[in-house]
């Protein structure tokens, strides 16, 4: 499944709309980046479907891969 703009543009605008600390980690490197994508993937998955519009699953694959690339500080 791939997203349409529109999906793209709303996850963003959902992300763009939390004010919570947890999501704005900096990091030193690409690889401790992977790391806390790793280590907390569930939590982050769970955590962000309470700001997510109707329709828009963070458990999908495409949506979680598009929620990545979003957060991400360093290029994949």
Request: hydrophobic residues 40%; proline residues 4%; aromatic residues 12%.
């Given at each position: 499944?791939?997203?349409?703009?529109?999906?793209?543009?709303?996850?963003?605008?959902?992300?763009?709309?939390?004010?919570?600390?947890?999501?704005?980690?900096?990091?030193?490197n690409a690889?401790?980046?992977?790391?806390?994508?790793?280590?907390?993937?569930?939590?982050?998955?769970?955590d962000?479907?309470?700001?997510?519009?109707?329709?828009?699953?963070?458990?999908t694959?495409?949506?979680?891969?598009?929620?990545?690339?979003?957060?991400?500080?360093?290029?994949?």
């Open positions: 499944m791939s997203l349409t703009t529109d999906q793209k543009e709303a996850i963003q605008e959902s992300l763009l709309a939390i004010d919570d600390p947890y999501y704005l980690n900096t990091f030193t690889a401790d980046e992977d790391e806390w994508f790793r280590l907390n993937e569930a939590y982050i998955q769970d962000l479907q309470r700001y997510m519009p109707v329709g828009i699953n963070t458990h694959p495409a949506v979680w891969r598009c929620i990545r690339e979003l957060l991400r500080q360093f290029s994949a």
